[in-house]
C-alpha cells in the first residue's frame, strides 16, 4: 500500500542490525569483569563481561587463546578487544575477543579478599578450633538444595553402604540473594535440634556468583558457632569457598563429604566382621587344645576327676532343689495364709453376719429404708432379722424424730 512502512522478515531486520553494528564498532574496547568463565574441551573459551549495569556474552576461540598471556577467570577485571557479532540463528550478541588484558582485580575478588581478612583475624579459620568428625556417625544432617544433583550423590553414597547412617534433609536454596540466610538458619536449626551427629553443606559446581552464599559472612559464621562438626562439599575441586575454610572438614565435592561419613560406619562394620572371625578363631583353637590334652591324658584319672565333678554338682543340684521346695512352701503358706483372712473379712462383712451381731434391716415392699425420714403414717414395713423377721405399721412420722412404730405378729 503507497506510504505504508516496510514489512521486515525476522532475517532481515537481524541481518541490518548485524552490519550497522558491525560498521558503527568495527574494533572496540571493553572493560568489564570476568564471570561464568567456561573453558570449552576443543579449547575455546567462553565467559561473561559484566558491570554493574550490565552483561555481555564473549567468545575467545582457540587460535587466540593460545597467543594471548592473561589467563582468564572468574572475578578478574579486564580489558577485552574485539568485534561486536550478532548471531542471527539465535538473535543473539557477544564480542569475538582478539585480545584480553588485566585492568585490576574484580571488585568481587577483592571484596572476598577482605572478607577474607577479617574473618581469619578473627580466628574463624584457626585449624586448632576445628571439631573431628565422630568415630562411627549413625546420624547425619545434610544441608542442600532438595531437588539438586548434590543431594542425589549424596544419598546415592550412603545408601549403597552396608552400615548407611539415618539421614535428614534441611532443604535450602544455594543460589540467590536470600540463600545465605537460609543456609545459616538451617545450620542452626540442625544443632538445637541436633537433627545429626555431624552436619554435610553441600551444592554442585557453579560460577563465582552462584557460589556467593558460601562467601557471605553470616554462612560463616554459623558454621563457626555450630557444635556439631560441618563436612563442607561446595562446588567442584577447584572451588574454594570462605564456607569451606571455615568448615571442620573441607571435601572436594558432595560425593566426597558423602564418603567422609560412610567410609567410618563401612570401617566399623568391617571392624565387627573382624573381631568376629578373630573370636571364631580363638575358640576354635581353645577347642583343639582342650581335644589334644583330652587324647594325651590318663583315663582312668581322668575318670576320677570327672567322677568328682559330677558328685560335687550333683551335691549341688540337691541342695539347690531343696532351698526350693522350702521355699516354694513358705511361700504357699503365706498365700494361704492371707486367703483365710480376707474370706475371713469378707463373711464379717456379709449383711448375714451383721443381722447375727443384732442389728436389723427394715424394707418397705422391697425398698430399703435408709433412714425415718423415708417413712409416713400408715406406711407398712417389715423388720429382718438374722433368723426371722417381723412386720409393723408407721404410727407417726410427723417429727425429724424416730417414728413410733406399732409391731405386727412375727412371721
Known sequence: MPGSKPIWTVSEITNALKEMVQEEFPFIEVEGEISNYRPSGVGHVYFTLKDAGAVIAAALFRGRSEQIQVKPADGMKVI???????????????????????????????????????????????????????????????ITSP??????????????????????????LVQGGEAAQMIADQLRRAAVYNLGEVVILARGGGSLEDLMPFNEEVVVRAIAECPLPVISGVGHEVDVT?????????????????????????????????FRREAADILQNRLSQTRRRLDRA????????????????MRR?????????????????????????????????????????????IT????????????????????????????????????????????????
Open 147 to 172: 531437588t539438586g544433583a548434590a543431594l542425589r550423590d549424596i544419598l546415592q553414597v550412603l545408601n549403597r553402604r552396608s552400615a548407611a547412617p539415618r539421614i535428614t534433609v534441611l532443604p535450602t
Open 242 to 274: 570462605l564456607a569451606d575454610l571455615a568448615a571442620d572438614i573441607r571435601a572436594a565435592t558432595p560425593s566426597a563429604a558423602a564418603e567422609l561419613v560412610s567410609d567410618r560406619s563401612e570401617d566399623l562394620l568391617l571392624r565387627v566382621k573382624g
Open 364 to 411: 418397705r415392699k422391697s425398698e430399703d429404708i435408709a433412714s425415718a425420714a423415708m417413712l409416713s403414717a400408715g406406711d407398712n414395713i417389715d423388720i429382718h432379722f438374722a433368723e426371722d423377721r417381723a412386720s409393723a405399721v408407721i404410727k407417726n412420722s410427723s417429727s425429724p424424730k424416730t417414728p413410733s412404730v406399732e409391731f405386727l405378729e412375727a412371721k
Open 317 to 361: 543340684a540337691d541342695e539347690a532343689q531343696s532351698a526350693l521346695r522350702l521355699g516354694a512352701n513358705k511361700h504357699l503358706d503365706a498365700l494361704n495364709r492371707r486367703r483365710e483372712l480376707a474370706l475371713r473379712s469378707i463373711m464379717d462383712s456379709s449383711p448375714h453376719a451383721i443381722l447375727a451381731r443384732g442389728y436389723a434391716r
Open 80 to 142: 577485552a578487544s574485539g568485534q561486536i557479532d550478532i548471531y542471527p540463528p539465535r538473535g543473539t550478541y557477544q564480542l569475538i575477543v582478539e585480545n584480553l588484558r588485566e585492568a585490576g582485580r574484580g571488585h568481587l575478588l577483592e571484596t572476598l579478599e577482605e572478607r577474607k581478612r577479617k574473618l581469619a583475624a578473627e580466628g574463624l579459620f584457626d585449624q586448632a578450633r576445628k571439631k573431628a568428625l565422630p568415630p562411627y556417625p549413625r546420624h547425619v544432617a545434610v
Open 298 to 313: 590318663d583315663r582312668p584319672a581322668l575318670l576320677d576327676l570327672l567322677r568328682s565333678k559330677l558328685m560335687v554338682a
